[in-house]
């Protein structure tokens, strides 16, 4: 098999799973933020404030996934 059928096959997968495993991470986030808020009212700014970095950090490994899957698509060609 050449490279090239190899990552024609495999580049859309590998988006596919970062981006569901990116998903399963925000919602796991989500709900341990909302558990924690719902445990401590009085914290709720200081929790959204994390919930919104964590968020964005696991948001971005699924753009890295996304950029790297355009500059392979080069080598396709």
Request: aromatic share 8%; proline share 3%; net charge positive.
């Amino acid at each position: 098999m050449d490279f090239r059928y190899a990552l024609a096959l495999s580049l859309p997968l590998g988006v596919a799973i970062a981006a569901i495993g990116s998903g399963i991470g925000l919602g796991l986030i989500g709900q341990g933020a909302l558990n924690a808020m719902g445990r401590q009212p009085a914290e709720i700014a200081k929790l959204q404030t994390a919930m919104i970095i964590i968020g964005a950090f696991a948001e971005a490994l699924t753009i890295y996934a996304f950029v790297t899957v355009f500059l392979l698509m080069g080598k396709i060609a």
